[in-house]
């Protein structure tokens, strides 16, 4: 019986890639005419035949995904997550994921992602707030449009899906202030990312909505710029309550208290925020608010879909709620 002939088969004997030969015979961008018609030649000449019409008649998307490299430490991260639901969900929207790391210097020299060179892709999902420039540049390029996830870049024209963090942590202190806390901090670099800062003003409302004290004494960095989490320098006077822009700063706090001979939450509450933590990084369990991440990898696939398919998104900007998520940390006065 004669070998089926796989679409592997001919990638290794034109030493292309799998993909390019499906984006070739499927009749799809991102290919020269010439490599084409070497494809379909080579193909028709090693016997390749397409298993059925519903599978040939069906169009694949080849799908780019890069994380920035300062958002994947040692442990498993919250973008990490949202990743691995985006994988899961691509699939059932005709989608192949290819993924890659953002290096620093790359962004820095303002380098294509590596899968893109050869363009190999039809979309881009960004995962996490990167750098002004090099997401002008990567909004330059003509062969794929971009969808951003968990951020928005002002002026950019580019679709995104976002947390409600403003609300979000709107409702947080408002769950703070409903458990009788009138004192309360903010843990967050102002301007490390948009979703940092536009915590800090759901934050600011929600205390100035009940008359509460705005003590800017109490507005805490967690971070550098370059988003390396660390160094929290606690206040003179301490609050009775803190708001952290993360669940992994809250962790850290958590840490930090201790450590100083608080006590989590019978002297100090703590709430966070994305409802994600790595185990093992805080022996308390953080309330929080929950994003749906779920929900916002759907979005951001149909986006990516429309735009590849129709050029055109169904919205410009979606925002997706959540809810709060009671734990330990915080006790009501």
Request: proline letters at 4%; glycine letters at 8%; hydrophobic letters at 40%.
């Amino acid at each position: 019986m004669r070998k089926e002939v796989r679409l592997a088969d001919i990638a290794k004997q034109l030493g292309v890639s799998v993909v390019t030969v499906s984006n070739a015979l499927a009749g799809q961008k991102g290919v020269s005419e010439e490599l084409r018609t070497k494809i379909k030649q080579v193909a028709a000449e090693m016997g390749y035949q397409v298993r059925g019409t519903a599978v040939s008649s069906k169009k694949i998307l080849n799908v780019g995904v890069i994380i920035g490299e300062k958002y994947l430490g040692p442990y498993p991260s919250y973008y990490w997550k949202v990743y691995q639901e985006l994988s899961l969900i691509a699939g059932l929207h005709n989608c192949v994921i290819l993924f890659e790391v953002l290096r620093h210097e790359r962004e820095a020299a303002l380098e294509l992602p590596l899968f893109a060179m050869e363009q190999q892709i039809q979309g881009l999902i960004v995962i996490g707030e990167i750098g002004r420039p090099y997401l002008e540049f990567l909004h330059e390029q003509p062969d794929f449009p971009m969808v951003l996830v968990d951020f928005m870049m002002q002026g950019m024209g580019c679709p995104s899906v976002m947390a409600d963090n403003y609300y979000g942590m709107y409702k947080m202190v408002n769950y703070l202030i409903e458990q009788g806390h009138k004192e309360i901090a903010y843990v967050g670099t102002l301007l490390a990312s948009n979703s940092i800062t536009d915590r800090y003003f759901g934050y600011r409302k929600a205390l100035m909505e009940r008359g509460l004290e705005m003590n800017p004494d109490w507005v805490l960095q967690d971070r550098t710029m370059e988003g390396q989490i660390g160094n929290i320098q606690l206040p003179d006077r301490m609050p009775t309550a803190f708001a952290c822009n993360c669940d992994l700063t809250a962790s850290v706090l958590v840490n930090l208290l201790e450590s100083r001979g608080y006590r989590i939450p019978e002297d100090i509450s703590i709430v966070g925020f994305d409802n994600y933590l790595y185990e093992g990084l805080c022996d308390t369990s953080i309330t929080s608010y929950e994003v749906d991440i779920k929900e916002m990898v759907r979005c951001a696939i149909k986006i990516v879909v429309s735009l590849a398919e129709c050029g055109k998104a169904p919205a410009d900007m979606r925002m997706v709620s959540g809810c709060v998520v009671e734990k330990e940390s915080v006790r009501r006065i």
